[in-house]
């Protein structure tokens, strides 16, 4: 089931969602953690970074796996999920390299799969996947159409996610393919947390609650699921 939990103010939410993710950090300090980037998080890695830095929680053994990234991306490129984590998360938590798998978006694509997929299998289960929605109910870039057992690979973005992906760049242009964990591979996390804020994202979020508008709305694989949440604002969800 993908459960909605409505909080009242985006500020809300953000509290919400570190909470539970520091507290998934606790309760397996080397868990494997999947992070989306995008707009939505910002605010809430912003305070579990503050949280975690005031308890002075244990962080040494916690690892972390690439969701998705731009194909073609340098791993500092502005508008790219690397620079972006690393900037939030990885950077200000001084979590080892060792500790960290990203897509390499500028090799070979099949190897930088690989890589990432190798990782999962020797790392995971994913503890805690922490995920966004796109407005067109993506989950990382698993785009609309995508099979409930697709794997790491590279995908021809949809033009919705290209065009709301300009915003991430600085030239006004997203590319246009992506890497991307596979719907199969969010569905073995032991727990996922799907983020939607604001009124933009109000109708996905509806048809993502319907567990028959997959696979037309990728996020509703999440209805197969059996530890995922929708976290959403109310002007993400709509007023009651
Ligand atoms: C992007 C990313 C997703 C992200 C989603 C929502 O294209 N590929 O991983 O979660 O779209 O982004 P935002 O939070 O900026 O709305």
């Known amino acids: 089931m993908l459960e909605p939990l409505v909080l009242p103010t985006p500020e809300a939410l953000a509290e919400h969602a570190a909470a539970a993710i520091e507290a998934a950090m606790r309760r397996s300090p080397r868990g494997l953690f999947c992070l989306a980037a995008g707009d939505t998080p910002r605010a809430t890695y912003e305070r579990l970074v503050f949280r975690l830095k005031r308890s002075q929680a244990e962080l040494s053994g916690l690892r972390f796996i690439a969701l998705d990234e731009w194909q073609g991306l340098a791993p500092d490129s502005p508008g790219g999920c690397q620079s972006f984590l690393r900037e939030t998360i990885i950077g200000p938590l001084g979590i080892a390299e060792a500790n960290v798998v990203f897509f390499d978006a500028l090799g070979d694509p099949g190897t930088a799969c690989?890589?990432?997929?190798?990782?999962?299998?020797?790392?995971?289960?994913?503890?805690?996947?922490?995920?966004?929605?796109?407005?067109?109910?993506?989950?990382?870039?698993?785009?609309?159409?995508?099979?409930?057992?697709?794997?790491?690979?590279?995908?021809?973005?949809?033009?919705?996610?290209?065009?709301?992906?300009?915003?991430y760049f600085p030239d006004?242009?997203?590319?246009?393919?992506?890497?991307?964990l596979g719907l199969a591979d969010l569905l073995t996390a032991d727990e996922v947390l799907v983020l939607a804020s604001g009124e933009a994202k109000r109708g996905i979020v509806r048809r993502a609650l319907d567990p028959s508008s997959f696979p037309e709305v990728p996020a509703a694989v999440l209805h197969r699921h059996r530890h995922a949440t929708l976290l959403a604002d109310r002007a993400a969800f709509g007023a009651e």
């Not at 785009?143 to 949809?158: H, K, M, N, Y």
């Not at 006004?172 to 991307?180: D, E, S, V």
């Open 172 to 180: 006004g242009r997203a590319p246009r393919l992506g890497l991307t």
């Open 114 to 167: 690989r890589e990432v997929a190798d990782r999962r299998r020797a790392w995971g289960p994913i503890t805690l996947a922490v995920l966004g929605i796109g407005r067109n109910g993506h989950l990382g870039f698993n785009e609309p159409g995508t099979l409930a057992e697709s794997t790491v690979r590279l995908v021809v973005l949809d033009s919705t996610t290209k065009r709301v992906g300009a915003k």
